[in-house]
T-cell receptor, first 110, second 113 residues
């Protein structure tokens, strides 16, 4: 079985501050991990993925994520958040199917 | 442009009236899947297909049917919709290789009254 947990329903930060969205996973074997973002009334857009190699993965829109095998975590980060980063963020793990966390709503205030 | 196309985007229907949501992809992907999105529950898989004529249940298949007669199409059928199927539905496709994420359609917001 595979599962993803996003422990925070909401994250609120001020523009210009660092943003972190937390994710932990459970899967047998090597994890293939993904982050997606959903803007209001839109579909899901791919941000980044970890398959193997460097634990720090860089993705779209200045986002990056750090894979930590010992803590089974894959936290999403952005050094300086923008108001336009306000959206719903999903962490996911894939073996065959893609299993999603419940999502974290990020609000960046001006 | 590589994409997954869902139709319709919005649909309001009455309980018990059969409906079909279409999904088509132009990337020659083997794997296709349907998800429903509900607040606080994330995305839950309804059905998936690994190739033509190969379909299987996901986590929440009750009340839904699918078919995969052609590689590019994967329609979702609600034979007798009920209000608890009011949700936002997404179709997705990908290569079979787990290294890849999914490409998602724009979503179908279904309301059953």
């Amino acid at each position: 079985a595979q599962s993803v947990a996003q422990p925070e329903d909401q994250v609120n930060v001020a523009e210009g501050n660092p943003l972190t969205v937390k994710c932990t996973y459970s899967v047998s074997g090597n994890p293939y991990l993904f982050w997606y973002v959903q803007y209001p009334n839109r579909g899901l857009q791919f941000l980044l993925k970890y398959i193997t190699g460097d634990n720090l993965v860089k993705g779209s829109y200045g986002f990056e994520a750090e894979f930590n095998k010992s803590q089974t975590s894959f936290h999403l980060k952005k050094p300086s958040a923008l108001v336009s980063d306000s959206a719903l963020y999903f962490c996911a793990v894939r073996r065959l199917k893609l299993s999603f966390g419940a999502g974290t709503t990020v609000t960046v205030r001006a | 442009e590589a994409q997954v196309t869902q139709n319709p985007r919005y649909l309001i229907t009455v309980t018990g009236k059969k409906l079909t949501v279409t999904c088509s992809q132009n990337m020659n992907h083997e794997y296709m899947s349907w998800y429903r999105q509900d607040p606080g529950l994330g995305l839950r898989q309804i059905y998936y297909s690994m190739n033509v004529e190969v379909t299987d249940k996901g986590d929440v298949p009750e009340g839904y049917k699918v078919s995969r007669k052609e590689k590019r199409n994967f329609p979702l059928i609600l034979e007798s919709p009920s209000p608890n199927q009011t949700s936002l539905y997404f179709c997705a496709s990908s290569p079979m290789n787990s290294n890849y994420g999914y490409t998602f359609g724009s979503g179908t917001r279904l309301t059953v009254v």
